[in-house]
Nanobody
């Protein structure tokens, strides 16, 4: 089992920045891919960014390209999401997820473990 705990959420004005962290513990050696997802009320959870643990390749959904950066510190078993130039439409609960699949994509069922989520609110 892998436990994921997110932190770093909060309220900011449009144009501001936040850095989310996701601390992983347990059987982290079994995970191959990690990602950040977000969800707003009444909408499906969507993928924001993902990173392959083996080679560090990163992928982003179009709406955050150039503004968000996903990174990992394997020594600390911690995943990060640096969010810059935030917009009101970025407001959501952000979830960290881990997958045992080497080349995971955006499908929710590809991820085996999920954090509890952290709220990000961006005001105009």
């Amino acid at each position: 089992q892998v436990q994921l705990v997110e932190s770093g959420g909060g309220s900011v004005q449009a144009g501001g920045s936040l850095r989310l962290s996701c601390a992983a513990s347990g059987a982290t050696y079994s995970t191959r891919c990690m990602g950040w997802f977000r969800q707003t009320p009444g909408k499906e959870r969507e993928g924001v960014a993902r990173i392959y643990r083996t080679d560090g390749s990163t992928y982003y959904t179009d709406s955050v390209k150039g503004r968000f950066t996903i990174s990992q510190d394997n020594a600390k078993n911690t995943l990060y999401l640096q969010m810059n130039s935030l917009k009101p439409e970025d407001t959501a609960i952000y979830y960290c997820a881990a997958s045992k699949i080497y080349w995971c994509a955006w499908r929710l069922d590809e991820y085996n473990y999920w954090g509890q989520g952290t709220q990000v609110t961006v005001s105009s």
